[in-house]
């Protein structure tokens, strides 16, 4: 797998989280988790920078790639890491084009592009 596609943003954490979830919600996706890495951290004692991962999606996509090949669902649905760091809030996400080469999905590029579009956007929205 080649390296996380990775955006700066320019706002706050807390913009940029609130900003995802808006875009999200705006496209009729559902955000079926979040996973506060930090608050996780802080639960154990330890200390960690603002960190959380967003999952969203559609079954409309995501089934019939599934349907191809069961085994991608341990991709699905779409995820989004959110961090803080030294320089700046920062946006992640693996381009799902990258799941072709794992799994069976023949004659579901165009799902693949959608999904790839879509997260650049996403990112974009809460950069």
């Given at each position: ?11 706050s ?33 330890l200390?960690?920078?603002?960190e ?7 079954p ?34 693996r ?8 799994y ?6 165009q ?17």
């Open positions: 797998m080649s390296d996380m596609v990775v955006i700066s943003s320019s706002l954490y807390g913009e940029a989280i609130a900003r995802l979830l808006a875009a999200i919600e705006s496209r009729g996706l559902q955000v079926f988790a979040r996973i506060d890495h930090a608050a996780g951290a802080r639960t154990a004692g200390e960690l920078a603002d959380e991962v967003v999952i969203f999606g559609s409309l996509a995501g089934t019939p790639l599934m349907g191809s090949d069961p085994r991608v669902g341990i991709e699905l649905p779409l995820r989004m890491l959110v961090w803080q760091d030294a320089d700046g809030v920062r946006l992640g996400y381009d799902p084009h990258e799941l072709a080469g794992t069976d999905l023949a004659g579901h590029e799902t693949l592009d959608g999904m790839s579009r879509l997260l650049a956007a996403l990112a974009a929205a809460a950069g």
